[in-house]
Every structure is written in C-alpha cells, then in structure tokens.
Nanobody
Framework: QVQLVESGGGLVQAGNSLTLSCAAS????????MGWFRQAPGKDREFVAEIRWGLGTTYYQDSVRGRFTISKDNAKNTVYLIVNSLKPEDTAVYYC?????????????????WGQGTQVTVSS
C-alpha cells in the first residue's frame, strides 16, 4: 500500500510562488507514475502535472505549462510541484497521486493512490 502526504500549501499573493511536496511511503516513487491534481470549490478534480517512472517524462495541463514544474527526488521518496506566477484561479486543494502504469492518460480514474490534499489560496 502506498501512502502519500502533501505539504507546502498556504495563502499567497498573486505572482508569488510555492513549492508543494508529496512524501511517499510503502513503495519507491522510482517505480510509480506520480501526479498532481487540484480541485477548486464546486468544480471537478482536474489534472495538473505528471511525471512517469522510467524516463521521467513529464506532462502538464495547458493552463499551468511554463509556470508549474513537477520533479521528484528518489532518494527522499518525495515528489515536488513548484508553482510560480500564481494566479487567483490557481486556488484549490492540491492532491498528490500515484499510479502503477506509465501508460495511458493522466485521468483521475487511472490513479491508484491519493493523498489528503493541501490547500493553496491565491489572493489578488
């Protein structure tokens, strides 16, 4: 069983940055495809970024590409999401997730393990 614990969320002003962390236990992140999702109030959970095991190929939602960066530290068994140039519309609960496969679309339904989430609030 994989456990995921997010941290690093908070209240920030627009234009600022945050680094979200996801500490994994129960299995090495080097053998998992790791992703970040977010859910704003009243909206569905949506894909943000993913890093696949093996080559470490990354994928991003169009609205965050160029502003957000996903990375991982296998030695620390931790995945990061660096979020730059934050906008009020980035306000959401951010979830770390993991899946066994490195194939297929990064959809919510394809992910096997989920963290509890960390709140990011961006003020204008």
């Amino acid at each position: 069983q994989v456990q995921l614990v997010e941290s690093g969320g908070g209240l920030v002003q627009a234009g600022n940055s945050l680094t979200l962390s996801c500490a994994a236990s129960g299995r090495s992140v080097s053998t998992l495809t790791m992703g970040w999702f977010r859910q704003a109030p009243g909206k569905d959970r949506e894909f943000v970024a993913e890093i696949r095991w093996g080559l470490g190929t990354t994928y991003y939602q169009d609205s965050v590409r160029g502003r957000f960066t996903i990375s991982k530290d296998n030695a620390k068994n931790t995945v990061y999401l660096i979020v730059n140039s934050l906008k009020p519309e980035d306000t959401a609960v951010y979830y770390c997730a993991a899946r066994n496969s490195r194939l297929g679309s990064p959809n919510v339904g394809n992910y096997d393990y989920w963290g509890q989430g960390t709140q990011v609030t961006v003020s204008s």
